[in-house]
């Protein structure tokens, strides 16, 4: 997997928007996967953030993003883009994001735990400026 966030690097304003994006690397689709975000800000464990089922019509929100951010999945493009739009962004939302991928064929969406990951992008930065 491979995270890339917006054309600005990922630096925004408090109340701005982001949208990050997580291509499948050469080769794989992910097409069998719940694909998730998590984050993991200065000094604190890597925490989940949202998650979209296989099928792309189910998703799953930690309380701290429900309302604001967004999770989906492109499984018409080639490399089974998945995507979180970040709305309203707030200075506690900053760290790094990975994407996730967990094999769950015909499974719906659920929460993901750190331990149930096969699969993790690299990370991108997320700095949310007061």
């Known amino acids: 997997l491979s995270a890339a966030a917006g054309v600005w690097g990922g630096l925004v304003q408090a109340g701005g928007s982001l949208r990050l994006s997580c291509a499948a690397g050469?080769?794989?689709?992910?097409?069998?996967?719940?694909r998730g975000w998590f984050r993991q800000s200065p000094g604190m464990d890597r925490e989940f953030v949202a998650a979209?089922?296989?099928?792309?019509?189910?998703?799953?929100?930690a309380d701290s993003a429900k309302g604001r951010f967004t999770v989906s999945r492109d499984r018409d493009s080639a490399d089974n883009t998945v995507y979180l739009q970040m709305n309203s962004l707030k200075p506690e939302d900053t760290g790094i994001y990975y994407c996730?991928?967990?094999?769950?064929?015909?499974?719906?969406?659920?929460?993901?735990?750190?331990?149930?990951?096969?699969?993790w992008g690299k990370g991108t930065q997320v700095t949310v400026s007061s």
């Open positions: 996730a991928a967990k094999w769950a064929p015909g499974r719906p969406a659920q929460a993901l735990a750190v331990t149930d990951i096969d699969d």
């Open positions: 050469p080769g794989r689709t992910f097409v069998n996967y719940i």
């Open positions: 979209v089922s296989p099928s792309g019509r189910g998703t799953v929100y």
